[in-house]
């Protein structure tokens, strides 16, 4: 240890006792709709994030063309940490959902489901639900199947097509198996992840956005500053000490 270098020290608490004063702040409910800066920060990333990532009028687009197209496949909805009544219940659920859109369901065996009906139209059914979704219509959803829990009904179109996806991709049925993997991806994944939160536009809340990294870039910098000074302060170093050679 070397000797305490009064400036650097001084310095050094001073920019800590202002990180320490900022970061009490940042937890009180000050900001927002009455949350710590941690949460508010964590909304708006969320909100333009799903504003971001909103690809369904291009995804139903590509899946015209497979209207017409015959969905003739068996699918194994257990998982691995399933019970009885849990495999019981999605396949119910899931019948549910593809008899609506107007397909042949038929459990074969145990937790395995053999569909049969058009993949234009299913995905087309999958990418209208995501809408509802990702514009926080839950009650659509509820209304259209009949089933209180919006979220884990809209959740069986992932289970399905994420199954089916991996059965095309075994047929070698690339094309499909693409679509396939698109809306599941690109419109189910993003409605289901982002629900409740409201999207926003990143540039509308391009200063917000700045801002944001900037405070986080500075207070950052301004820690690794409260470091330096104290380390320096209080003449600790990773230097080697200069050995003296004798005469």
Known sequence: MGTTRKKEL???VIFTLVFIGILVIMFQPYFGRGQNFLAYADEIF????KGSAYFIPKIKTEVEKFKGQPLDITIDLKKPTD???DTLERITLCTKLY??????VEVVEEGKIHIIGDLGEILSAALEDSEAMYRNK???IKEKYEYENEKKMFRQWHNTLSAINKKLILEKKVEQANIV???VTKAIEP??????IKPQNVKQQAGVLIGLLVFYIFYTVWWGF??????EGLGLSTKKPKVKKEV
């Open 226 to 231: 409260a470091v330096m000074y104290l380390i």
């Open 10 to 12: 001084t310095l050094g």
């Open 138 to 140: 839950g009650e659509i």
């Open 83 to 85: 019970n009885p009544q």
């Open 46 to 49: 969320n909100q333009l994030a």
């Open 99 to 104: 008899t609506k859109v107007g397909a042949k």
């Open 181 to 183: 993997n698109t809306v």
């Open 191 to 196: 409605a289901y992840n982002f629900y409740e």
